[in-house]
């Protein structure tokens, strides 16, 4: 079936190295939405993209669409201990009006 | 606080009672959804209403599950006859538009079946 993944499940970095998390769907998508989501919280809304080949910048962040509209990728350069969280990619498959969302990606960052 | 909001935050139920859960979204949004979040996975889709209107239900909800958006205000989920596997972190969340705007989070009701 249609279908959002991400990999890594899980990454462990020490503060200051970079992460990387990479999404990937079963079908192209008018656009992706990228959110935050703290130990013991909620989604929180990070940032969408729309076009073929975006890239969009957020401080440390820096988020990217794929030329064919079918993934996309999260970077965070000089990780700190507020990244920790698990970030997730979702996206409408097909013709839904709905968010399907990947498993995420959980980031632990050591001091 | 103007976001949306959930109650109750925690429902410990016995397995096979009947539970109901609200969300309030944000007032001026008029789509609202509904997902479920398991421990390691993201939301998963349940429903989503556009105003008063139930537009889609996943295929993966039950017909023990119902909800209702009564004058497209707030919503409430109700699970008749819980079952274990029914415990999981229901979530609501609204937007202004469909799936081309972003979505506000509630707190989540955490739902355990015992």
């Known amino acids: 079936g249609q279908q959002v993944m991400q990999i890594p499940q899980y990454q462990h970095v020490q503060e200051g190295e970079d992460f990387t998390t990479y999404c990937n769907s079963s079908?192209?998508?008018?656009?992706i939405q990228w959110y935050k989501q703290r130990p013991g919280g909620h989604p929180v809304f990070l940032i969408q993209?729309?076009?073929?080949?975006e890239v969009k910048k957020q401080k440390r962040l820096t988020f990217q669409f794929g030329e064919a509209k079918k993934n996309s990728s999260l970077h965070i350069t000089a990780t700190q201990t507020t990244d920790v969280g698990t970030y997730f990619c979702?996206?409408?498959?097909?013709?839904?009006?709905?968010?399907?969302f990947g498993s995420g990606t959980q980031l632990t960052v050591l001091p | 606080d103007t976001g949306v909001s959930q109650d109750p935050r925690h429902k410990i139920t016995k397995r096979g009672q009947n539970v109901t859960f609200r969300c309030d979204p944000i007032?001026?949004?008029?789509?609202l959804y509904w997902y479920r979040q398991t421990l390691g996975q993201g939301p998963e889709f349940l429903t989503y209403?556009?105003?008063?209107?139930?537009?889609?239900k996943s295929r993966l909800l039950s017909d023990r599950f119902s909800a209702e958006r009564p004058k497209g205000s707030f919503s409430t989920l109700e699970i008749q006859r819980t079952e274990q596997g029914d415990s999981a972190m229901y979530l609501c969340?609204?937007?202004?538009?469909?799936?081309?705007?972003?979505?506000?989070f509630g707190q989540g009701t955490r739902l355990t079946v015992v």
């Open positions: 007032s001026e949004h008029n789509r």
């Open positions: 993209l729309v076009k073929s080949g």
């Open positions: 969340a609204s937007s202004l538009d469909g799936s081309l705007t972003e979505a506000f």
């Open positions: 209403f556009q105003n008063e209107a139930q537009l889609e």
């Open positions: 979702a996206g409408p498959l097909g013709s839904a009006r709905q968010l399907t």
């Open positions: 079908t192209t998508l008018s656009n």
